[in-house]
């Protein structure tokens, strides 16, 4: 298979891909860097504090202050692939509508397994703000949890400009009963081509299946569900990238398969937050059942 064509798959795959996140790049995680992904580890930039302002004198000029941004190591760790059989065809016959189908399928696969893996890394990193109020969000509550989560990062220096909400769909449910919740039909139309299903309190809305949902180890003891996640994408690091271009691969020739090919591709990422204090989570804890 040209080398084209498997950018071509890969291309296709991505865009699938793209459209199926809730954790999209430059919404929920940013994709700076420095560094080659395939060598396992790159530099991502990370600014603590914003340049400095101070009164220009005309006479003595100004000092020049070091700038405050770091690099930090973010490794390429996670490594998955797809492998599917096409029995009945070998590369060059595979008929066009069969790859669509295939590439759609594994772009959407790999969608959903990157959201999973990118929730579980703001769900799980160390440092991160939990609030102590556990219990369930009510139509009346859940407004006031979310002034709470904008209070939070606000003190933290958190840019009140990109701040995202990735909520349950329970408490989605709930936060649409109020006034203050603004529909996706009035946002803007970038907005909803990134994937929000609204807007509240400065943060744009995207709703997802894969916060924790009655687990019983994250505590002892207990069942615990995350109703929402506030953050912002400048301390939310997410670097992908294809370590195998998908492409049709014949297989005739392997002794097992006869007349047939496969759909195959790996694809590499790592995913990190810099400032974990910048993540704020809202969770409910109930007793478990004995």
């Known amino acids: 298979m040209a080398h084209e064509s498997q950018v071509r798959y890969s291309a296709l795959v991505d865009a699938k891909l793209r459209q199926t996140l809730v954790t999209r790049d430059n919404y929920i995680f940013n994709n700076n860097y420095e560094g080659n992904p395939k060598a396992g580890k790159v530099k991502i930039p990370v600014r603590d504090t914003e340049v400095k ?24 760790d996670r490594d998955k692939a797809v492998n599917e059989l096409i029995d009945g065809f070998d590369a060059a016959s595979v008929p066009d509508n069969l790859t669509a189908d295939r590439l759609d399928s594994a772009g ?3 969608a959903l397994e990157m959201d999973a893996d990118s929730i579980g890394c703001l769900e799980t990193t160390s440092g991160t703000k939990v609030t102590e109020t556990k219990t369930a969000a009510t139509e009346k509550t859940a407004y006031q949890e979310i002034l709470k989560a904008k209070a939070y990062l606000g003190r933290k220096g958190v840019p009140s400009d990109g701040r995202w909400l990735i909520v349950s769909p329970e408490f989605q449910s709930v936060l649409m009963l109020d006034d203050h919740f603004i529909r996706q039909g009035d946002l803007s139309q970038e907005m909803k081509n990134a994937g929000a299903v609204g807007s509240v309190a400065g943060f744009a809305v995207f709703e997802s299946n894969n916060l924790l949902y009655e687990d019983t180890e994250t505590t002892g003891g207990k069942v615990t569900t995350t109703e929402f996640i506030a953050g912002h994408p400048n301390w939310c690091h997410r670097v992908d990238e294809w370590a195998v271009e998908v492409h049709l691969q014949d297989l005739s020739g392997s002794g097992t398969f006869i007349g047939a090919s496969a759909v195959q591709g790996r694809k590499i990422w790592g995913r990190m937050i810099s400032k974990p204090e910048t993540v704020y989570i809202k969770r409910t804890e109930t007793e478990a059942s004995r």
Do not use: M, P, Q, R
């Open 53 to 76: 302002v101070k009164d220009y004198n005309k006479e003595t000029g100004i000092k020049i202050e070091t700038g405050s941004t770091s690099y930090a190591d973010l490794n390429i």
């Open 108 to 110: 959407y696969s790999l």
